[in-house]
């Protein structure tokens, strides 16, 4: 069981909100009411402390929703032995199962959630997770919440949403792997603000044979001018750091903070907020949360969450500072284009996550939505081979970074 509700001193969201990290922290939990310790934050990075939360398992809070420009709860649980946890029914919730395997029981339903797959939990809705030894979920928890019916979503699924030439949801370039669970039609959580967010899945691969930055470095180059980010990292491998840019911003002769090692037990933040006192204004708009991850001998494998939530239209731009474009500069014909052609794969999704966590896939396999599924799967191997086949090409060995995320076409 969880530990008991208990008041918090009105100073203590004070002391959180200057940073000061020399002394420990308790806060009580809105979305759970349970007592929980606050992560340190070190220039950008929360690095996780984990404490006690439960029988079986241990909890490392990471944002609270009450200092957090989103205004969402965000934390890890990792089981070291058999355990049960509930999240509160007062919020909704983003659960993921990022290792080992979780047992869901929600309306008398019994459910298996496998690694790599994410579930929305709306308002009102009693939900238990029972996990063994070795399993770790993430957790985000939501006040504001627009969705009503609970969604499970299964990357076997997401990452058949494809046709001709077009990804949808599972977006493969030379840089990274982008699972887009979560996106701003999807009916899930909002900020604070009132903006829907996005829930997404992210690899980004080694930077070698990347464009340079200023400094010479192969680097991923990114500037959220439009939103803010968290990056919970979970699967690291190789020397991995991100740096953040200091304002004022410039094409020439930026200044940098230092590069910060990311590990398997951090998160980075990209947490200056619209209308903030780091936001820079610039004819070309507002600027803010410039910043570049290196990644040399291995991969960064992250989930991470988008306010406002990106479209899925977007794209960044190779070797520039890029952003998702802002709603409002999206062609609204494109955009129904694109919401047309993910509604009918996001009922496929849907309904075969729900079916194989219910043990009953078998029974979708002579349906539309399978053999949907199987198209899409198709299409998306097709565009995969295609932009290996041009990455060899070019000679660079790009595509060999991207040999262990290609997607089989049998769909295993």
């Given amino acids: 069981m969880d530990a008991p509700r208990a008041a918090v001193p009105d100073d203590l969201f004070v002391l959180v909100a200057q940073g000061n990290a020399s002394r420990q922290h308790y806060w009580c939990c809105r979305a759970t009411g349970s007592l929980l310790t606050l992560c340190r934050p070190m220039s950008g990075i929360i690095r996780n402390e984990w404490r006690a939360g439960g029988v079986g398992y241990e909890r490392a809070v990471i944002i609270d929703a009450t200092t957090a420009p989103e205004g969402l709860d965000v934390e890890r649980l990792r089981f070291t032995g058999a355990g049960q946890w509930s999240p509160g029914e007062q919020a909704g919730h983003f659960v993921s199962v990022l290792e080992g395997s979780a047992r869901l029981r929600i309306a008398g339903a019994d459910l298996v959630l496998a690694r790599d797959v994410h579930v929305f939990i709306p308002l009102g809705a009693s939900v238990t997770f029972e996990c063994d030894a070795g399993s770790e979920l993430a957790h985000v928890a939501s006040t504001r919440v627009r969705g009503e019916r609970f969604l499970v979503r299964d990357e076997r699924f997401v990452r058949a949403c494809a046709e001709a030439e077009h990804s949808l949801r599972w977006t493969l370039?030379?840089?990274?792997?982008?699972?887009?669970?979560?996106?701003?039609?999807?009916?899930?959580?909002?900020?604070?603000?009132?903006?829907?967010?996005?829930?997404?899945?992210?690899?980004?691969?080694?930077?070698?044979?990347?464009?340079?930055?200023?400094?010479?470095?192969?680097?991923?180059?990114?500037?959220?001018?439009?939103?803010?980010?968290?990056?919970?990292?979970?699967?690291?491998?190789?020397?991995?750091?991100?740096?953040?840019?200091?304002?004022?911003?410039?094409?020439?002769?930026?200044?940098?903070?230092?590069?910060?090692?990311?590990?398997?037990?951090?998160?980075?933040?990209?947490?200056?907020?619209?209308?903030?006192?780091?936001?820079?204004?610039?004819?070309?708009?507002?600027?803010?949360?410039?910043?570049?991850?290196?990644?040399?001998?291995?991969?960064?494998?992250?989930?991470?969450?988008?306010?406002?939530?990106?479209?899925?239209?977007?794209?960044?731009?190779?070797?520039?500072?890029?952003?998702?474009?802002?709603?409002?500069?999206?062609?609204?014909?494109?955009?129904?284009?694109?919401?047309?052609?993910?509604?009918?794969?996001?009922?496929?999704?849907?309904?075969?996550?729900?079916?194989?966590?219910?043990?009953?896939?078998?029974?979708?396999?002579?349906?539309?939505l399978y053999r949907l599924y199987e198209a899409g799967l198709s299409a998306q191997h097709k565009i995969e081979s295609e932009l290996c086949a041009k990455l060899r090409s070019e000679g660079l060995g790009r595509e060999r970074a991207l040999a262990t995320w290609l997607v089989s076409p049998e769909g295993s």
Avoid at 259 to 288: F, H, K, N, Q
Avoid at 315 to 323: K, L, Q
Avoid at 350 to 355: E, F
């Fill in 173 to 368: 370039t030379p840089q990274y792997l982008s699972r887009r669970v979560f996106l701003h039609h999807d009916p899930t959580l909002l900020s604070k603000s009132g903006d829907p967010v996005s829930w997404f899945h992210t690899t980004m691969f080694d930077t070698e044979g990347l464009l340079p930055n200023q400094d010479g470095e192969a680097v991923f180059k990114m500037s959220y001018n439009s939103r803010t980010e968290f990056n919970l990292c979970y699967d690291v491998k190789g020397d991995a750091r991100v740096r953040f840019a200091e304002h004022p911003y410039r094409d020439d002769g930026q200044l940098w903070g230092p590069w910060l090692v990311i590990d398997g037990d951090s998160t980075y933040r990209l947490d200056e907020a619209r209308g903030g006192p780091e936001e820079e204004r610039a004819p070309s708009g507002t600027l803010r949360n410039k910043h570049e991850v290196y990644a040399l001998g291995g991969h960064v494998t992250l989930v991470c969450l988008f306010d406002p939530a990106p479209t899925g239209v977007e794209r960044h731009r190779p070797g520039e500072y890029s952003d998702y474009e802002p709603l409002g500069n999206i062609p609204r014909e494109h955009l129904a284009r694109h919401l047309d052609a993910c509604k009918k794969f996001d009922e496929m999704i849907d309904v075969l996550s729900l079916a194989k966590a219910r043990g009953a896939l078998e029974e979708q396999r002579q349906t539309e």
